[in-house]
């Protein structure tokens, strides 16, 4: 099956799912505190929109990227995808790869299990952009794959608890799950899972 066949069968999976928990954690404590004025999100590796969706009927902007133009098309024809303005108009889109893009300012950087498929020898830079993007109170949202997870030989990246750590300097630490568990993927392939669910708040003085 090609890439774009297996993506089409992931996207008919996972469809009508809801928003991802830490996506909610960081909404909740953006609420909690204030929302910044005109607050401004990326969602990146946005698939289907399950993650946007709710930034928009939350009120955020939102800058929707994918590398997929699939994602984006099925984003687009999402029945629930707010159309009367202002709403309406809060919602950019891009097709684009992580490696290739250079992220605008943003309140929050939403990436729901998407970053541990970045090429491994750029993601370094393309940390070091993500974090240099998020406004000072800002906040990271994602998910990274720790070593003992099945696709840890198969290409994709992996981080140890160390290099969590490392990522996070600068950071305060709101939120750190480390999942093990036996489990699926989407296309109902039987898979040991090793996660870490973050949710990183970003140094009011922005001096990460």
């Not at 984006?72 to 707010?82: Q, T, Y």
């Not at 159309?83 to 309140?107: H, M, S, Y």
């Not at 729901?112 to 974090?131: H, I, K, N």
């Given at each position: ?18 928003p ?16 910044p ?23 955020w ?24 303005p ?38 370094p830079?393309v940390w ?18 720790g ?52 949710v ?9």
């Amino acid at each position: 099956m090609s890439r774009g066949g297996r993506w089409s069968r992931y996207y008919d999976a996972v469809q009508a799912r809801p928003p991802r928990d830490t996506l909610l954690f960081a909404l909740d404590r953006f609420a909690a505190e204030g929302l910044p004025a005109a607050p401004r999100a990326l969602d990146l590796g946005c698939g289907d929109g399950r993650d946007t969706v709710e930034l928009l009927r939350r009120g955020w902007r939102t800058l929707a990227m994918d590398a997929t133009p699939e994602a984006i098309d099925r984003l687009l024809a999402r029945p629930d995808l707010p159309k009367d303005p202002p709403t309406a108009g809060n919602l950019e889109t891009l097709v684009a790869r992580f490696e290739d893009f250079q992220p605008p300012p943003a309140d929050l950087i939403n990436a729901s299990f998407c970053l541990p498929f970045c090429e491994a020898a750029a993601f370094p830079d393309v940390w070091r952009r993500l974090s240099a993007a998020i406004r000072p109170g800002g906040r990271f949202a994602g998910q990274l794959l720790g070593p003992q997870d099945d696709w840890a030989q198969s290409g994709v990246i992996i981080h140890s608890r160390a290099d969590i750590d490392r990522l996070a300097a600068g950071f305060e630490i709101e939120l750190l799950q480390e999942v093990r568990e036996e489990g699926g993927t989407p296309l109902a392939r039987t898979k040991h899972w090793h996660i870490f669910h973050l949710v990183l708040k970003s140094s009011d003085k922005n001096d990460n």
